[in-house]
T-cell receptor, first 109, second 110 residues
Framework: DAKTTQPNSMESNEEEPVHLPCNHS???????IHWYRQLPSQGPEYVIH???SNVNNRMASLAIAEDRKSSTLILHRATLRDAAVYYC??????????FGAGTILRVKS | NAGVTQTPKFQVLKTGQSMTLQCAQD?????MSWYRQDPGMGLRLIHY???????DQGEVPNGYNVSRSTTEDFPLRLLSAAPSQTSVYFC?????????FGPGTRLTVL
């Protein structure tokens, strides 16, 4: 399975945008890029996914580099409820997700 | 729509005991899976199923059995519990490209 590299932790101020980076230099042509987040004491929650083009949904945006070797999850206005561990995961159609350690996002009020 | 439900929420076992963690989903999803999460770590895949009657091993299957007799239910059995199986267990089902996770079962093996 192709691996991803994420920063261990990031900090953001409330109401400001947050850019969470992910490197995946060994991504294959069929790998989708998935983002999940896990709030404290809860199961992971789907955030967004994409293949080649940038994607937007009600929760976030996903910007994918042209060579697909990196991507960035964008939270447009961070709130305290966005404090969580964010996982960047590669996979085919979302099957057999392989979770790394993720990025701990702290949001300051 | 209850989504993915798991029972029990908490369980304490003694070494050598067996038990079944229950998982059910009401979204008619074919794909279901079990993960475990140890403290400070990401989730690891134990077993998964692509439909009723079909199961396969994930990354860490030893010590666990699964079966899938219906679309809705995907129980996880611990045959002889060991302290190394102390963990939080999450069940998930997948629709399109999105996995839905249950609230988890926190298991302690003494």
């Amino acid at each position: 399975d192709a691996k991803t590299t994420q920063p261990n932790s990031m900090e953001s101020n409330e109401e400001e945008p947050v850019h969470l980076p992910c490197n995946h230099s060994t991504i294959s042509g069929t790998d989708y890029i998935h983002w999940y987040r896990q709030l404290p004491s809860q199961g992971p929650e789907y955030v967004i996914h994409g293949l080649t083009s940038n994607v937007n949904n009600r929760m976030a945006s996903l910007a994918i580099a042209e060579d697909r070797k990196s991507s960035t999850l964008i939270l447009h206005r961070a709130t305290l409820r966005d404090a969580a561990v964010y996982y960047c995961i590669l996979g085919y159609y979302g099957n057999k997700l392989v979770f790394g350690a993720g990025t701990i996002l702290r949001v300051k009020s | 729509n209850a989504g993915v439900t798991q029972t029990p929420k908490f369980q304490v076992l003694k070494t050598g005991q067996s038990m079944t963690l229950q998982c059910a989903q009401d979204m008619n999803h074919e794909y279901m899976s079990w993960y475990r999460q140890d403290p400070g770590m990401g989730l690891r895949l134990i077993h998964y199923s692509v439909g009723a009657g079909i199961t396969d091993q994930g990354e860490v299957p030893n010590g666990y059995n699964v079966s899938r007799s219906t679309t809705e239910d995907f129980p996880l059995r611990l045959l002889s519990a060991a302290p190394s199986q102390t963990s939080v267990y999450f069940c998930a089902s997948k629709g399109n490209n999105e996995q839905f996770f249950g609230p988890g079962t926190r298991l302690t093996v003494l």
